[in-house]
C-alpha cells in the first residue's frame, strides 16, 4: 500500500516542478487549451442530442406508462454520460499527447536534463514519433473502451453497480492515463506500449497512487489544463525511476568487479583466504 503514496508523490512533485520552471509551465499549457475547445463542441453537441440516442435505442420503452419510461430513460442519459466522462478523461489526454507532442517531449526533455543523467532521445523523425504516439493512443482507447463497456453493463446491477462499479471505473482510468503520461518519457527510451503496460502491472499500486488521483481531477476540465504540464513532469520522474535501476543492475553492462573481489577459477581461489597458504595467482 505504501506505493499508493509514493505514486501520489511523483504527482506532486511533478506539480511543483512545472511551479519551479514557469516558463515550462506556460509552454505546456497551450495544448490543453486547444483540446478543450474541441471536448466542449462535442459535450455541447451530445446535451443536446442524449434524449432522442436513448430514444432511438430504446424503442421497446414507447409504450410505457408515465413516470417509468421518464425514470429508465433519464437513467440511461446519465449512464451514457457518465460513459463518455470515463472515455474522455482518457481520450483527453490522448489528444492532448498527440496535438502536444512537440510540446510534452521539449518538457519532458527538460525535466531530465535538470534532474542530470542521462538525457534519452529517440532519434526517430517527429511524424514517425506522431505516428507511434497516435498508433499507440488508439490501442489503449480501444482497451478503456472495451472496459467501458462492460462497466456500463455492470452499472444496472443493484448496488454494486452504483458503489463498486465506479470505483473500479477510476482505478481503470487512473491505470492507462498513468501509461499515456509515462509514454512521453519512455518513448524516448525505446520501450514500447507492451514493455510499458508490463512495466505498470508490476508497479500497479504505484500506477494508481499516480493516475487515480489525476483522473478525479480531470473530471473537471479546467482544472485538467493547469495540472497537465505537472503530470508530464511527474510521470518523466516516475519513468526515470522505474527504469534507471534496471540499467543499473544489468549484467553485461560493462560493470567491473570491486577491488576486494574474490575470483574462484577451477580449485584455485585469489586471493587466499585468511590463514591459508599462498599459491600462485591464475594465469589468464
Wanted: aromatic fraction near 12%; proline fraction near 7%.
Amino acid at each position: 500500500m505504501g506505493d499508493l503514496g509514493v505514486g501520489f508523490g511523483y504527482l506532486m512533485k511533478g506539480q511543483r516542478w512545472v511551479a519551479g520552471h514557469g516558463r515550462w509551465f506556460g509552454f505546456g499549457l497551450l495544448p490543453g487549451l486547444v483540446t478543450l475547445l474541441l471536448y466542449a463542441a462535442v459535450l455541447v453537441g451530445l446535451s443536446y442530442g442524449a434524449d432522442d440516442l436513448t430514444a432511438w435505442a430504446t424503442p421497446f420503452a414507447d409504450d410505457w406508462s408515465s413516470p417509468w419510461q421518464g425514470l429508465f430513460r433519464g437513467f440511461l442519459v446519465v449512464l451514457l454520460f457518465a460513459l463518455v466522462l470515463f472515455l474522455a478523461v482518457i481520450a483527453f489526454t490522448a489528444v492532448t499527447l498527440l496535438v502536444g507532442q512537440p510540446f510534452y517531449e521539449s518538457l519532458s526533455e527538460a525535466v531530465d536534463r535538470a534532474e542530470g543523467g542521462e538525457v534519452p532521445e529517440s532519434g526517430l523523425p517527429l511524424w514517425r514519433e506522431l505516428w507511434i504516439s497516435a498508433r499507440d493512443s488508439v490501442r489503449i482507447l480501444a482497451r478503456v473502451a472495451l472496459y467501458g463497456v462492460l462497466l456500463f453493463a455492470a452499472g444496472f446491477i443493484p448496488v454494486v453497480g452504483q458503489t463498486v462499479v465506479p470505483a473500479i471505473g477510476f482505478c481503470v482510468s487512473g491505470f492507462f492515463l498513468t501509461e499515456e503520461l509515462v509514454a512521453v518519457a519512455l518513448q524516448r527510451r525505446r520501450v514500447d506500449l507492451k514493455a510499458r503496460l508490463a512495466l505498470l502491472r508490476g508497479r500497479r499500486m504505484l500506477t494508481l497512487g499516480f493516475g487515480v488521483p489525476l483522473t478525479l481531477a480531470f473530471l473537471i476540465p479546467v482544472v485538467a489544463i493547469f495540472l497537465m504540464p505537472g503530470a508530464v513532469a511527474g510521470a518523466t520522474l516516475m519513468a526515470r525511476d522505474l527504469t534507471e535501476p534496471e540499467r543499473e543492475s544489468t549484467p553485461g553492462d560493462g560493470a567491473v568487479p570491486a577491488p576486494d573481489a574474490t575470483l574462484t577459477l577451477g580449485t584455485t581461489t585469489w586471493p587466499p583466504a585468511p590463514g591459508q597458504e599462498p599459491q600462485t595467482p591464475p594465469r589468464f
